[in-house]
């Protein structure tokens, strides 16, 4: 188990996944979700529609994720997850923690050595970042720890400054 932090492009990440900071929606938006949904091509679109007609007809639940190819992005897998929203009073760290925990699961249905992380709920959703990365790496943590021989095995915080990146390696300081 490997968990790291680094400032960079989530859209140009060699990772085997990356995780999508989605809405319910799964269509496409602003933030980590416009960006990755732009450099990923149409056909990632046209898979969360699919997505939407099929399994996820009422959208894509906080906390949960769900899987699609990566198309034109250099990850394989992209796995979206929709993070609370506490300027929607979404505002129970379990939600938070459900989205890093189900990612996992999810990687871990794909056999999938790498997964590389936004700031889930950070951005525009109001979280404060020390809550997220305070979330973000205990809960990964206590994944490796009830998944200790599985995949994936590398856990990559991808984040957008130096400021956030920061605050990360502070989280991911030995207690």
Partial sequence: ????????????VEADAVV?????????GGGVDGALHAAAGPRLLEACRRLRNTTHRDG??????????A????A?????????NLHRGQDDPALLASCFARSLDVAAELDVHSVAFPAVSGGAYGWPMT?????????????????????????RFV????????????????V
Avoid: K, Q, Y
Avoid at 20 to 28: P, Q, V, Y
Avoid at 71 to 74: A, I, K, V
């Fill in 1 to 12: 188990m490997n968990i790291t932090v680094e400032v960079g492009d989530l859209t140009r």
């Fill in 20 to 28: 999508n900071a989605a809405n319910s929606t799964l269509l496409g």
């Fill in 60 to 69: 894509l639940d906080v906390g949960d994720a769900v899987a699609t190819p």
């Fill in 71 to 74: 198309f034109d992005l250099p």
């Fill in 76 to 84: 394989s897998w992209v796995i979206h997850t929709v993070g609370p």
């Fill in 131 to 155: 809550d997220v990365a305070r979330i973000a790496v205990m809960t990964c943590r206590a994944w490796f720890a009830e998944h200790p021989d599985g995949s994936p095995e590398e856990v």
């Fill in 159 to 174: 984040v957008l400054d130096e400021r956030v990146r920061d605050v990360f390696d502070a989280a991911l300081r030995p």
